[in-house]
C-alpha cells in the first residue's frame, strides 16, 4: 500500500513524548489507516536521544523516520521541512507533546478529503482547553486570536493542530510563505491560494496539558507574532492598510487590559 497521508511533528526536546505518541497515533488510525500513512518528526538536533528512540519504533515496524536539523531553528521552519518532505496527499501537523489527542487524527484526515485545508479547534461546542492551562496563555491565546479576525474565518487559527491537502502549498508562490514565528497554520490560512468556494474543515477536540517535557513558548514569541501579523495584514489588505494594523494594536491593548481588569475584580 502506497502512502498517502503524511502526520508532521515539530520536536524539541521531546525524546519521552515519542514513543507514547507513535504507538497511540498508529493504533488510532487502525491497520488500514496504518499502512498508508508516515509519521516525520523535525528535530532541532535535541540530541536527547530522540534519533534511538525513533529508530527503535522503526525496527518494531512502524513507518516513522526523524528528521535532524542541525543549521535551522524554530517551530514553522520545522513544519514547512516536513511538509515538504511528506510523501502523502494529505497532511496532518500536531505537536509532540500530546497536548493533541492522536485519536483525534483520523478525523482530521477525513475531513481532509474534502476540504482543502483543517483546523482541529479548541473552540467549539463539548471541547475546550484542560483547566490546568495557565490563566495568562488563555488570555494571550484569545487576544491573538482576536486579532486574526480580519485575516480567516477559523475559529481557531492558532492552533497547532492542522492539516492540508499538500497541492496547495506546492500551488504557493516562492518565497510567500514566511517560515519565521510560531502560528504557522495562520501563515499558511492567510497565503496558500485555497479555493474560495471550499470552506475550512474544523474538527473539534480537546486541548490537555503537558505531562512530560516543556513548553518552549516566551515572550520572543509574542512579539515574533505582532510582527507576523502586521505583516500578513500588508500581504492581504495592503501597505495603505497599516493604519488598520494600528488599530487593531490599540484594540488588543485595550482588551488585554479588559480581561486583566475582569480577572481581578
Ligand atoms: N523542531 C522544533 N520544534 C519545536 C520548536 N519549538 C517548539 N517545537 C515543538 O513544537 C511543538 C509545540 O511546542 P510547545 O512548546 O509545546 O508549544 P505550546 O506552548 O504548547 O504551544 C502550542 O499550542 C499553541 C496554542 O496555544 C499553538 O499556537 C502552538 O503552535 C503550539 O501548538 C512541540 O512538539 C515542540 O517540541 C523548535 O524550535 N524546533
Ligand atoms: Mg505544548
Given at each position: 500500500m502506497s502512502i498517502t497521508q503524511s502526520v508532521i511533528v515539530p520536536a524539541y526536546k521531546e525524546k519521552l513524548n515519542i514513543k507514547p505518541l507513535t504507538t497511540r497515533l498508529f493504533a488510532a488510525l487502525g491497520n488500514d489507516g496504518a499502512k498508508s500513512t508516515e509519521l516525520i518528526f523535525v528535530d532541532?538536533?535535541?540530541?536527547?536521544?530522540s534519533v534511538e528512540e525513533v529508530e527503535a519504533l522503526q525496527k518494531q515496524g512502524y513507518d516513522v523516520r526523524i528528521i535532524v536539523r542541525t543549521t535551522e531553528r524554530g517551530l514553522s521552519s520545522a513544519v514547512l521541512r516536513g511538509f515538504y518532505e511528506a510523501k502523502g496527499d494529505y497532511i496532518i501537523c500536531m505537536d509532540?507533546?500530546?497536548?493533541?489527542?492522536?485519536?483525534s487524527v483520523p478525523s482530521l484526515f477525513d475531513n481532509l478529503k474534502t476540504h482543502p485545508f483543517v483546523i482541529g479547534t479548541?473552540?467549539?461546542?463539548?471541547v475546550g482547553i484542560?483547566?490546568?492551562?495557565p490563566l495568562y496563555r488563555r488570555v494571550i491565546s484569545s487576544t491573538a486570536r482576536m486579532m486574526a479576525r480580519p485575516l480567516t474565518?477559523?475559529?481557531?487559527?492558532?492552533?497547532?493542530f492542522f492539516g492540508l491537502q499538500k497541492k496547495y502549498l506546492l500551488e504557493?508562490?516562492?518565497?510567500?510563505?514566511?517560515?519565521?514565528?510560531?502560528k504557522i497554520a495562520l501563515e499558511l490560512l492567510a497565503?496558500?491560494?485555497?479555493?474560495?468556494?471550499k470552506p475550512i474543515g474544523e474538527v473539534p477536540f480537546s486541548f490537555g496539558v503537558r505531562t512530560e517535557g516543556e513548553s518552549?513558548?516566551?515572550?520572543?514569541v509574542i512579539i515574533q507574532y505582532l510582527e507576523q501579523l502586521k505583516e500578513l495584514y500588508v500581504f492581504k489588505f495592503?501597505?495603505?492598510n497599516l493604519v488598520l494594523f494600528l488599530l487593531f494594536a490599540i484594540i488588543l491593548v485595550l482588551y488585554i487590559l479588559y480581561q486583566f481588569y475582569s480577572l481581578l475584580f
Open positions: 532541532d538536533n535535541s540530541q536527547d536521544g509532540a507533546d500530546l497536548q493533541h489527542p492522536p485519536e479548541r473552540y467549539a461546542p463539548g484542560d483547566k490546568d492551562w474565518t477559523a475559529s481557531d487559527p492558532m492552533s497547532g504557493a508562490k516562492d518565497g510567500d510563505i514566511d517560515s519565521k514565528g510560531f497565503k496558500l491560494p485555497l479555493p474560495a468556494d518552549k513558548l516566551s515572550g520572543k495592503g501597505a495603505n
